[in-house]
């Protein structure tokens, strides 16, 4: 079976760099997902890793080591509106290559 | 286009109701899904759609039933349902069931059951 963690709870400061940690537990790793959920909107895709390193896109990095089951992302110059919900998802070969979704980090941003 | 339209937004219904759920999209994806998402709670896999073809069915209990009558829509028909059913329900759509790039969502249908 699948066992995904994350932080329940976040807070950083405007302007500053936050890194959210994911740890999983699969025999059938097929590739990890970073998503943003506003309250009450729909999950938006941010990134994806299924080699080990790091990924940059922007203000948002995710990194990745499969041997330790582990990745994270990593927000840099941090907005008001990065004030969401961040869910890591795996993808199972075990699961029909569907995602697992984590329990999700909610981050909240101060000014 | 690249969106997942679901209708409607809000849906009200009392337990001896009927009601659909529907998501359209014209990206042209062949894999479709239902989530479903209770408040704080990340969300949880109902179905797979594999090209018009139902793939997974997570344990769901019988009172919801998914249809896909072509590869831009698919549906979700509610019969009978009870009040711990009121959630946000997700529609997503990816290119392939393996894909690289992730799922696009739409953006709910937020239901309460009363």
């Known amino acids: 079976g699948q066992n995904i963690d994350q932080p329940t709870e976040m807070t950083a400061t405007e302007g500053a760099i936050v890194q959210i940690n994911c740890t999983y537990q699969?025999?059938?790793?097929?590739?990890l997902f970073w998503y943003q959920q506003h309250a009450g909107e729909a999950p938006t895709f941010l990134s994806y890793?299924?080699?080990?390193g790091l990924e940059e896109k922007g203000r948002f990095s995710s990194f990745l080591s499969r041997s330790k089951g582990y990745s994270y992302l990593l927000l840099k110059e941090l907005q008001m509106k990065d004030s969401a919900s961040y869910l890591c998802a795996v993808r199972d070969r075990n699961y029909g290559q569907n995602f697992v979704f984590g329990p999700g980090t909610r981050l909240s941003v101060l000014p | 286009d690249t969106e997942v339209t679901q209708t409607p937004k809000h849906l009200v219904m009392g337990m001896t109701n009927k009601k659909s759920l529907k998501c359209e999209q014209h990206?042209?994806?062949?894999?479709m899904y239902w989530y479903k998402q209770k408040a704080k709670k990340p969300p949880e896999l109902m179905f797979v759609?594999?090209?018009?073809?139902?793939?997974i069915n997570e344990s769901v209990p019988s009172r919801f039933s998914p249809e896909c009558p072509n590869s831009s829509l698919l549906n979700l028909h509610l019969h009978a349902l009870q009040p711990e059913d009121s959630a946000l329900y997700l529609c997503?759509?990816?290119?392939?069931?393996?894909?690289?790039?992730?799922?696009?969502f739409g953006s709910g249908t937020r239901l309460t059951v009363v």
């Open positions: 759609y594999s090209y018009e073809k139902l793939s």
């Open positions: 997503a759509s990816s290119q392939d069931p393996g894909t690289d790039y992730g799922y696009t």
């Open positions: 890793n299924v080699l080990d």
């Open positions: 990206m042209g994806h062949r894999a």
């Open positions: 699969t025999s059938g790793f097929n590739g």
